[in-house]
């Protein structure tokens, strides 16, 4: 795995902005615990499939 930040940094930025490897990642790491997720990670979760859908 390459060098991935950790939430609070990517946070801060756009998805747009985010790695290939950081949005398959936490993609896998929210769709394993999708079922505990509040509205704010579902939203989080939501707009990461849309960044990778969008890239393609």
């Known amino acids: 795995m390459e060098n991935i930040r950790d939430m609070t940094q ?4 756009s998805k747009t902005e985010w790695t290939d490897e950081e949005l398959s990642h936490f993609h896998q790491s929210l769709q394993q615990i999708a079922p505990y997720l509040n509205s704010e ?3 989080i ?5 849309e960044e990778i859908t969008h890239r393609g």
Do not use: K, P, Y
């Not at 990517?10 to 930025?13: E, F, K, R």
């Not at 979760?45 to 499939?49: A, F, G, K, P, Y």
């Open 10 to 13: 990517l946070s801060m930025i």
């Open 41 to 43: 990670g579902l939203t």
């Open 45 to 49: 979760h939501r707009e990461i499939v």
